[in-house]
């Protein structure tokens, strides 16, 4: 019951989570607008065409992640490969904020699975990287791909809103003029570029971070959690002289960056 989402509660879901996309929303749409207002006049045509096309894909985009399914487990599909419902009894008995359940290791169950639980969604989700707040949903097996691309395409429209900026820039000449002597809109396209360049930076670090985990095969909860799941785990027997064993990491789903890869591209498939 507990994770048995049904249509109402998805939705209710969206509307808690939804303030923070509507933000990155209204962002995309104040951007578009002052381009459109201010600097597409400089523009060639070409990049104007690219800068369009990559915002138009960027809400398509926003608004399927939003409302995508990260690989939420519901009943149905838990009890067919993995024994969650006891588990479940386990929890529904305790406090919310108790220790995260780790009993769903993917012992026996095919280890593509990988069901971890999410607070903000109160929900088991396959596969789950992490939440994310901008885009208002939990990003898991279903999605991650999505939310890669996405990523990209956030990075390549902040890249295009920057040459075309640029390109309003030199055309009339504001970077040479003191603060004092621009127009509003002057100043506004200043600030818009180096709001777009601190974007740019975060979103690279970010980006290289799940290229990281994807090559890697491990996904951004379990890196902050191992510790709670078992098959992380790697229990070294205690040398003569040390009294207790040591727990070590280990990556059981690293089988080499091509075969990371290959299955990080199936997931979806
Ligand atoms: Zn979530």
Not at 108 to 137: M, W
Not at 215 to 231: G, H
């Amino acid at each position: 019951m507990m994770h048995g989402y049904s249509y109402t509660e998805r939705r209710r879901l969206l509307q808690v989570h939804a303030s923070a996309p509507a933000f990155v929303f209204f962002n995309i749409l104040f951007i578009w607008g002052f381009y459109v207002s201010v600097i597409r006049q400089a523009v060639p045509l070409l990049n104007d065409a690219v800068f369009s096309c990559e915002v138009v894909f960027l809400v398509i985009g926003l608004y399927s992640i939003l409302t995508s399914d990260p690989g939420i487990v519901t009943n149905g599909s838990a009890s067919s490969d993995q024994p969650l419902n006891s588990s479940v009894s386990q929890v529904d008995n305790h406090d919310e904020e108790l220790e995260l359940p780790c009993h769903e290791s993917t012992e026996g169950s095919g280890l593509g699975t990988r069901v971890r639980y999410c607070r903000s969604c109160k929900a088991y989700i396959k596969g789950l990287d992490h939440h994310c707040p901008a885009f208002g949903n939990c990003i898991g097996q279903n999605n991650h791909l999505l939310f890669l691309i996405l990523l990209f395409g956030f990075i390549s429209t902040e890249a295009s809103y920057l040459v075309c900026a640029s390109l309003f820039a030199a055309k009339s000449g504001i970077l040479d003029r003191p603060s004092m002597e621009r127009t509003l809109s002057e100043n506004l396209a200043v600030s818009t570029i180096l709001f777009t360049i601190l974007q740019l930076v975060w979103q690279v670090v970010f980006v290289i971070w799940h290229i990281y985990c994807v090559c890697v095969n491990i996904r951004t909860d379990e890196w902050i959690n191992w510790k709670k799941y078992p098959e992380f785990l790697l229990v070294v027997q205690p040398q003569p002289g040390q009294r207790f064993a040591n727990v070590r990491f280990r990556n059981p789903y690293d089988k080499g960056i091509l075969q990371n890869v290959e299955e990080f591209l199936a997931l979806r498939a």
